[in-house]
């Protein structure tokens, strides 16, 4: 195992917690994290969650304390020392074989193992190896010990094997490798990145009418997708989303991954792309080859990816397509009564006659441009996301401003005397109800995001790091050329 000095931790930090913020807007989104982490911190500390309106607890994760394994790069990054020696102490004394509970492989990977190694890049201290390196060994890998070398989607821990659960979702079984990839970079150990870009190849070699997108249920033992329904939103969403991010970690030399990449988005713009008569572009789903006109907020992560892998190829029509959706993804939220947009919606595409519909819908579409279904908003990150690629990548600050109305909006409807809550419908701007939950990404990436896209450009550089599905920063052995100019 490579472990770093100390003194390659001072130099690792340099220009990054010391960097000035330009914008007092990120001053605001830190006291935001630490009124968050207070009340987790009085209230839940240690275990997954807060409830952060009765101040009761939640461990959906296990019970390891996801909130403090998520939420401790931001800790880093915005530079806060007593919150960081509060994580610390805590993730020192964590016990894996504690949970009697199943372990999801996807979800400890990207938030256990995840917010490990996004720390000890940023500062590396021995204990966050140590840590990851026990995690990977019990936990994650023996979701692997399958016939076929695919994971498993849930590992029983306390026996060390898979469950027996058959069932896989793309996303989860799809989208380990950024995280085992840069495991095996920091430990010298290279079984971590072979079995789980195996998986990646084996999935290269499963049949679709659709070329590069995949439904996104699959059986263990046949490793076939076992229904026809086709999504970019959530169960497909980071399996796209890894292709490209795999190979900036792989010092652009996984080709093979990249033409996936490179033939997913093909297919999406062929045959998922959808406008409606008020030139919003959205990406729809398939089922049993029909076009179904509905998606979420969990998709709007894709403008973002789209346009770092326009800026690293080079290619101008990305662009135009990452900006389209870009746009309808944004409008989602400026154009709720909330500020705060929907879970799901639906539309009406412009080849559809949009007088044979309901009068409500027609009206919908008139003046919102989608028809909202589920009213939820669980302190999502993802067009978040995508506004922080934008502005890194083109150095505009309307989507500084585009994010600061979204900020806003989080504050005025989801904050709580101890931290800040889910809701259930963002279309009653009187009564939002809120539902008394706060998921531990809200500190991984909604507050993470929202703080980059206000500090200095060189904080977390997208030609120097590249950031997890959970905004977990893992550092590039190899810098690329992507940010703009500031």
């Known amino acids: 195992m490579r472990l770093l000095s100390w003194a390659a931790s001072a130099l690792l930090l340099t220009g990054l917690v010391n960097a000035k913020a330009n914008d007092p807007r990120a001053e605001v989104v830190v006291n935001a994290f630490k ?22 607890t939640s461990d959906t994760r296990n019970g390891w304390g996801a909130s403090i394994f998520d939420g401790l790069d931001t800790i880093i990054i915005m530079g806060l020392e007593e919150e960081y020696q509060q994580a610390l102490a805590h993730i020192k004394n964590v016990n894996w074989f504690s949970t009697k509970e199943p372990s999801k492989t996807f979800e400890t990977n990207i938030r ?19 840590k990851a390196v026990e995690l990977a060994q019990h936990v994650i890998l023996p979701a692997y010990d399958t016939p076929n070398g695919i994971p498993a989607a849930y590992v029983d821990v306390q026996k060390g094997r898979p469950t027996n659960d058959k069932n896989l979702i793309l996303a989860e079984f799809g989208s380990l490798q950024l995280e085992m990839v840069r495991l095996s970079q920091l430990t010298g150990d290279n079984r971590y990145a072979t079995v789980a870009n195996n998986v990646i190849y084996a999935i290269d070699k499963v049949p679709t009418p659709f070329p590069g997108i995949y439904p996104i249920v699959w059986n263990l033992d046949t490793f076939t997708p076992s229904s026809s329904y086709i999504t970019i939103s959530g169960g497909g969403d980071s399996y796209y989303e890894y292709l490209l991010k795999t190979v900036f970690l792989m010092d652009g030399k996984e080709e093979q991954q990249l033409n996936m990449w490179k033939k997913s988005v093909a297919s999406m713009k062929k045959y ?9 572009v959205y990406l729809a789903e398939l089922d049993e080859n029909y076009k179904l006109l509905q998606a979420g907020e969990l998709v709007c992560f894709m403008p973002g990816n789209l346009l770092l892998g326009a800026r690293y190829l080079n290619d101008s029509d990305m662009a135009i397509f990452a900006a389209e959706l870009m746009r309808a993804c944004y409008d989602t939220w400026a154009l709720s009564p909330t500020g705060l947009a929907p879970e799901t919606w639906s539309w009406i595409d412009k080849s559809q006659n949009i007088t044979s519909y309901p009068s409500i819908m027609q009206i919908a579409m008139q003046t919102t441009g989608y028809l909202a279904q589920d009213l939820s908003y669980d302190l999502r990150p993802e067009t978040l996301e995508s506004l922080f690629y934008f502005y890194r990548l083109t150095g505009d600050p309307q989507y500084q401003d585009m994010a600061w109305k979204i900020f806003e909006s989080i504050e005025k409807y989801c904050k709580t005397p101890s931290g800040y809550t889910r809701i259930a419908d963002v279309s009653d701007a009187d009564n939002v109800n809120a539902l008394d939950f706060e998921e531990s990404y809200f500190f991984a990436e909604t507050l993470k995001y929202l703080y980059l896209i206000f500090a200095d450009p060189s904080v977390i550089s997208l030609d120097e790091w590249v950031l997890s599905t959970e905004a977990h920063p893992f550092k590039l052995n190899t810098p690329i050329k992507v940010q703009a100019e500031f």
């Open 272 to 280: 998922l792309r959808s406008e409606t008569s008020g030139n919003m």
């Open 35 to 56: 009124h968050a982490w207070s009340g987790y911190h009085q209230h839940a500390f240690g275990h997954d969650e807060l409830r952060p309106i009765s101040n009761g």
């Open 112 to 130: 256990y193992l995840g917010g490990l190694l996004a720390a000890y890049d940023l500062r590396p201290d021995p204990v966050f190896l140590e």
